[in-house]
């Protein structure tokens, strides 16, 4: 997924190609505030911040 800058600063996210999965947060998280994704060897968390964002770290 690409995105732009608008004239006001924010970035603005075009729509993905079609053959791009789009799964929701809500679905992932199932309730909670983070999860773990494994990929190879790494783990990495995914967390729902209190203001509503998420952050990935290794």
Do not use: C, F, W
Not at 9 to 26: F, H, M, Q, T
């Amino acid at each position: 997924m690409t995105s732009q800058i608008e004239p006001d600063g924010k970035r603005k996210s075009e729509e993905p190609s079609p053959s791009v999965l789009i799964v929701d947060s809500s679905t992932l998280l199932k309730g909670q505030r983070e999860l773990i994704v494994r990929h190879a060897d790494s783990r990495y968390r995914l967390r729902l911040t209190a203001s509503n964002k998420l952050i990935m770290t290794k």
